[in-house]
């Protein structure tokens, strides 16, 4: 693809805070996410990590002390602008139409870019990347594999010309070779130029996928450090690999 991290600069989150009612689920999160890096966020069932990044996007009721993309302010910027800013999302559980061809997905992921130009140029670009969606592009989005799924929901954000793609947990529900696929994936829109901020459970695909990352537990930040030194961790090793 022609993607290219240049001229987006770094994501920088300040003093991020979720509450739904009575629960915090993200208390005073703060991260950066340098243009074109890889960064993780793992941690147990319920640490936040969903929350995080619904709220990067603008999705739940937050309260933030800064959220830039470079020089642009997005405090105030709404979900739908947010991806014309350049910022993709990949949701938890890919929610794609399972009643609509994989191309009308695909061509979804478009409606929100910020310019109408060149749709057709970016799905050749989505279908280069991903050839079984190519192959597959007639076929009903409900006819693919829970694998080839994920790749749709992937290539459609990738549909919006995004800088940085959001992807949240997109291991879930599948096999372990299933799983080795989305890291190839991973690694060919890094490779791309893209910048990444992966939410996972998968400790181990996460560590081999990025550069650094963050350990969320309770809604707060426990550790962070380079994704090398975190899968050499003892604590880390136990709790989150099971070693
Ligand atoms: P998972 O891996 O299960 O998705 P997570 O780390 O992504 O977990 P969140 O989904 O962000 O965690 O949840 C953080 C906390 O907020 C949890 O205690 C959860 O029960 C709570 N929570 C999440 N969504 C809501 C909601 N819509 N209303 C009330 N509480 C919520």
Redesign the pocket.
Known sequence: MKVSATGVGDLVVEDLSVR??G?Q?VSSVGFSVGAGKCVGII??????????LKALMGLVPRSVGALRLGEHDLTKVKPQDIVRHGIGYVP?GRHVFDGLTVEKNLLLGAYLRSWKGKTQETLREVYEMFPVLGEMQHRLAGALSGGQQQMLAIGRALMSEPKLVLLD?PSMGLSPKLVEEILATLQRLSAAGLGLLL?E?NAKLTFEATESCLV?EN?RIAMTGSSADLSHDPLVRQIYLGL
């Not at 941690?43 to 995080?52: I, Q, V």
Request: negative net charge.
């Open positions: 739904y009612g629960v689920a941690g147990a069932n319920g640490a936040g990590k969903t929350s995080t938890e947990e939410v459970q969320m809604g």
